[in-house]
């Protein structure tokens, strides 16, 4: 069984003995480097067991919360690339993110929760399950393998099965090793799924070809082809 | 791919997350290696986990209102209309509880042998001390907090007795026994007042 960080359990512990005037006028402080400053995790603990739900005390420990939230959905499409692309094109990107972030809020039914834990990592989390539904919805294009290929005779044959096997790393490999991290992560993520695992598990992980196709569950040229095709589209994404 | 399966990716990144929660590529290696059979599922959340950047997010931005204002009300809502699923599990687990089986919770929780504590505590007549309510949050396997609003809610639906007139004026206990008032109501030996009143220390 996963346990709140014992800091927050002391901390949930102490806020409960406190008068409700208390706790209001802690619920204002917003300077996480206050010594008074409510951890998220022990106000989604009490926001999740309903805490004074008789009371208006809930209502603003939720308001603290969500306003948190708020803050946090905004900060990660700060700090992600394909988000911000995301955003420009839908102004209710923050409070679709929200409204989907409370609805897993609510569905959690672990003793405790990973949002009791690690507010931050939940919340991320959360914000990336909602980006690559986003992007699922946006993302019209066909994967490769599904693409046919037609020889010269009029034979079909599948568009992957014609790309050569090269067995060696190409230099493009090595330059794209030397991109920034969260720029390269950032490209990766609009590929077809197959392509950016195939570039994570042979340029990043630098695993073998054998456990690259095993993971991928296709032949080595396919994994290379994968990975040709990812480092081609990347290419283009990084100029 | 099943829904279970993706599920069950999702637990294990998830959990891994709690545990490195500022992963790099070592540890994300580290997992897949543990779990090849999510390989790919472990990958993809490795590369939408990298694509954040570190800037700082402490900068002042202006507080989007606007997200705020569309959305708390949907939360509220929820949050008053909907009972607590811990809570209401809880509930049901202290419902449970009867008979015989008081007085072995008593002992297995170290208690002891004097299972109108528990009652009282279940009731929420008694205030339990947290090492008490830990080891019945462990053996129910709930949280404390949800234990605690449940007892909270049970003194508060508790019955008032009535009164026939008399010349006093009627007493409705407002809150719970103390955990000492209630050792000490049990006049038992020195040693196992001295005993229970210990399972207070850590308050």
Known sequence: MRKRDPKHEASLNTLIQLLPEHIERLLLINDHHNSEYIASEVLASLVRARYSVQSDLLGLITRALHRRVIIGIHACIRRNETLRTLAIGNSELVQDTASYFWEKFFEDEQLVPNYEVRFGVYLQD?????????????????SMDTFTSIDEEGNSSSYIDTVSD??????EINVMRLQDQSRLMSALVNLPQKERNAFYFRVECKYDWVKVAEFLGCSIPKARDLLNLSIEKLQGALK | ??????????????????????PNTKDWSTLIDTHPEFAQEIADAAIFHGSFNDTNINEDVAFDQKAYDATISQVLNHVYQTPSPSVL???????????????????????????????????????????????????????ILALQQVFQSKFEQSVIPSFKSTESKPEVKTNSKSWEAAVRSLELSADETVRLLKLSDED
């Open chain 2, 1 to 22: 791919m099943t829904n279970t399966f993706k599920v069950e990716a999702k637990y294990i990144v998830e959990n891994f997350l709690m545990d490195y929660p500022n």
């Open chain 1, 126 to 142: 959360r914000v990336i399950d909602y980006m690559r539904h986003l992007l699922t919805e946006e993302n019209t294009r066909e």
């Open chain 2, 89 to 143: 599990e809880a509930n049901q687990k202290i419902e449970a509880i009867k008979g015989p089986q008081i007085k072995i919770i008593s002992i297995t929780i170290g208690i002891g042998p004097y299972p109108v504590l528990l009652n009282g505590i279940l009731a929420g007549r008694i205030l339990a001390p947290n090492s008490v309510l830990n080891s019945l949050s462990n053996f129910l396997k709930v949280p």
């Open chain 1, 166 to 171: 090269d067995l060696d790393d190409s230099p």
